[in-house]
């Protein structure tokens, strides 16, 4: 069965960090494009972060730029986002999503074209106190 699973949401003051992971089952996991969405209350869902096929091309959104870090295990399946100096406008529902066949766009495409990845986890939640 093709799914992602995110774990690794919490409550953490302002300034402090979490790291969410994403574990990904029934997917070529090295041959894909995979990201991480959030969508706070009575916004829009954005695109956090992207990591194209391979790890060749990451995008980051101007908001968390040089705060946050994409990254990935092949051995283990396992995507994860490093969030770091934490603010409170980073408190959402944190989604994985992938893509199930290879389209080999780069990783800001799928930031802005969520539609490309047709898997999504059930998310989740980062709160962020001031």
């Known amino acids: 069965q093709v799914q992602v699973v995110e774990s690794g949401g919490g409550l953490v003051q302002a300034g402090g960090s979490l790291r969410l992971s994403c574990a990904a089952s029934?997917?070529?996991?090295?041959?894909?494009?995979m990201g991480w969405f959030r969508q706070a209350p009575g916004k829009e869902r954005e695109g956090v972060s992207c990591?194209?096929?391979?790890?060749?091309?990451?995008y980051y959104a101007d908001s968390v730029k040089g705060r946050f870090t994409i990254s990935r295990d092949i051995a283990k399946n396992t995507l994860y986002l490093q969030m770091n100096n934490l603010k409170p406008e980073d408190t959402a529902m944190y989604y994985c999503?992938?893509?199930?066949?290879?389209?080999?766009?780069?990783?800001?495409?799928?930031?802005?074209?969520?539609?490309?990845?047709?898997?999504w986890g059930q998310g989740t939640l980062v709160t962020v106190s001031s």
């Open positions: 999503a992938a893509e199930t066949r290879p389209a080999y766009y780069i990783g800001s495409y799928y930031c802005a074209e969520h539609q490309a990845l047709d898997v």
């Open positions: 029934g997917l070529t996991f090295d041959r894909i494009a």
């Open positions: 990591i194209s096929w391979g790890g060749g091309t990451t």
